[in-house]
């Protein structure tokens, strides 16, 4: 692959950014800022708008009707329009442990989301991967869990890719419709740092952040290390694939315990030179 450089695209807005998203209808990527409780829009000028939706926001989607949805502590809120400052209902609670939060997940080609959760202190087994249907039906996928994070679903929607960072592998899974996801298993194993979130592009590629490592790695369809780009900050966090044909590759980043942050930790970044393009990330349905 051609040479891939990182470019800064905005200020250090976030303590914690997480879970980059884009929908055709908004004004630009939307992010969270995850310990701030507050989601985050990129406009095309530069500037950045700011909601805050709780005390902790861990992904944001479209919906496929038209608004959009915010994944918070331990709840889902809705918005039935597309502005970032529409007025906004909660739904179900997919968790009532005050010792465990949100941390990350996505949505199927179904339209159902899966949202994941981590213990505050990050202790091993306390996580969950909760499922919410389009008609809003909470069920519990996955159990035992540490740091659930990435999860992405492939353009034809029969394998999920996902990351549990305390494993130290990026894992795949199978897919229908009528049976969610089965047949979990490791896919490529990551060193250097941990897995945080992830995104795949349309030959076949998982780009997971690295977080702590200061990089990007890109793993071709076999699995195999194929790229590692470098930032300038030591914990980047997820990517997303965003623009019109999904031709733009961003990285949010955090600053979040570190005594000595880069200046342009919690930034958000774009990696250039990927020649690629992303599979989309898919609206929750309801």
């Not at 051609?2 to 879970?19: K, Y």
């Not at 949100?102 to 969950?128: F, I, K, Q, T």
């Not at 790229?227 to 979040?256: K, M």
């Amino acid at each position: 692959m051609a040479s891939i450089a990182a470019h800064q695209l905005t200020d250090a807005v976030c303590e914690h950014g997480e879970g980059p998203a884009w929908s055709d209808r908004w004004a630009g990527p939307r992010f969270v800022d995850m310990l701030r409780g507050d989601v985050l829009e990129l406009a095309a000028n530069g500037s950045v708008a700011r909601r805050h939706v709780g005390s902790v926001a861990a992904l944001t989607r479209a919906r496929r009707r038209g608004g959009w949805i915010a994944l918070t502590r331990h709840a889902v809120l809705f918005a039935d329009s597309d502005s970032l400052d529409a007025p906004l209902t909660e739904g179900p609670r997919l968790w009532a442990d005050p010792t465990v939060r949100a941390n990350e997940g996505g949505c199927d080609p179904a339209g159902a989301l899966h949202a994941g959760s981590m213990a505050w202190d990050a202790s091993p087994g306390r996580g969950s991967l909760m499922r919410m249907d389009p008609m809003g039906l909470v069920t519990e996928e996955l159990a035992d869990l540490t740091i659930s994070n990435g999860l992405a679903w492939t353009a034809e929607g029969s394998r999920a890719f996902y990351v549990d960072s305390a494993t130290g592998t990026i894992d795949v899974f199978d897919w229908t419709a009528k049976d969610g996801l089965s047949s979990r298993r490791t896919w490529a194993h990551v060193e250097g740092g941990g897995a945080d979130g992830l995104a795949l592009d349309t030959d076949g590629g998982v780009w997971v952040a690295i977080f702590g490592a200061g990089a990007v790695h890109r793993y071709d369809r076999q699995g195999r290390l194929a790229d590692v780009v470098e930032l300038p900050i030591r914990q980047p966090t997820a990517l997303a694939f965003t623009g019109a044909h999904r031709e733009r590759l961003i990285v949010t980043t955090s600053r979040h315990g570190l005594a000595d942050p880069e200046l342009s930790a919690g930034a958000v970044y774009e990696l250039v030179g990927h020649g690629v393009r992303g599979v989309p990330t898919y609206d929750f349905g309801g």
